[in-house]
T-cell receptor, first 113, second 112 residues
Framework: GQSLEQPSEVTAVEGAIVQMNCTYQTSGFYGLSWYQQHDGGAPTFLSYNALDGLEETGRFSSFLSRSDSYGYLLLQELQMKDSASYFCAVRDPWTGGGNKLTFGTGTQLKVEL | DTAVSQTPKYLVTQMGNDKSIKCEQNLGHDTMYWYKQDSKKFLKIMFSYNNKELIINETVPNRFSPKSPDKAHLNLHINSLELGDSAVYFC???????????FGPGTRLTVL
């Protein structure tokens, strides 16, 4: 089975940098995805790490350490619009031909002035 | 252009009724999914189809029946609705075995 843990809530100030962690225990692992979801909205894809290291896309960066079963999402130059829930998700190689994503419990990010 | 669309957006119904949710994607993807998100925002996969073939069938009551008439459409029919079925149901699509999935806007189901 798969289980993913994320802190439930993080608060940060506009313009700051915030890191949201994700630890996972899985019976198999293809990669780690990150999704953003605003209240009342749909999850939207942010990034995907299949290999160890840092992936950067604009203000967002995602890191993966497969040996530590750990990843994080880093947001720089925080803006009020970044207030949302952030989910990590593991792709399971043993189910559905590698199509199954198991989501973490999500971190609610609150950005304050 | 809408990538993944769902209808209806809101569904309010009585216990015991039967209802359907429809999903369509115009991204040319070959894999589609149904997810349930509960009141605590926990997002869980229910079903997935690849080219009209069921490939993921999680532990879901058999009152829930998906159907994929073609690879661009995936519907979800729910029989004998229960209070615990109240949730937001998301349809999603992807290319096969990719970490990126595209979600529809969701259907908020309320069972009274």
């Amino acid at each position: 089975g798969q289980s993913l843990e994320q802190p439930s809530e993080v608060t940060a100030v506009e313009g700051a940098i915030v890191q949201m962690n994700c630890t996972y225990q899985t019976s198999g692992f293809y990669g780690l995805s990150w999704y953003q979801q605003h209240d009342g909205g749909a999850p939207t894809f942010l990034s995907y790490n299949a290999l160890d290291g840092l992936e950067e896309t604009g203000r967002f960066s995602s890191f993966l350490s497969r040996s530590d079963s750990y990843g994080y999402l880093l947001l720089q130059e925080l803006q009020m619009k970044d207030s949302a829930s952030y989910f990590c998700a593991v792709r399971d190689p043993w189910t559905g031909g590698g199509n199954k994503l198991t989501f973490g419990t999500g971190t609610q990010l609150k950005v304050e002035l | 252009d809408t990538a993944v669309s769902q209808t209806p957006k809101y569904l309010v119904t009585q216990m015991g009724n039967d209802k359907s949710i429809k999903c369509e994607q115009n991204l040319g993807h070959d894999t589609m999914y149904w997810y349930k998100q509960d009141s605590k925002k926990f997002l869980k996969i229910m079903f997935s189809y690849n080219n009209k073939e069921l490939i993921i069938n999680e532990t879901v009551p058999n009152r829930f029946s998906p159907k994929s008439p073609d690879k661009a459409h995936l519907n979800l029919h729910i029989n004998s609705l229960e209070l615990g079925d109240s949730a937001v149901y998301f349809c999603a699509s992807s290319q096969v075995a990719q970490g990126e999935q595209f979600f529809g806007p969701g259907t908020r189901l309320t069972v009274l």
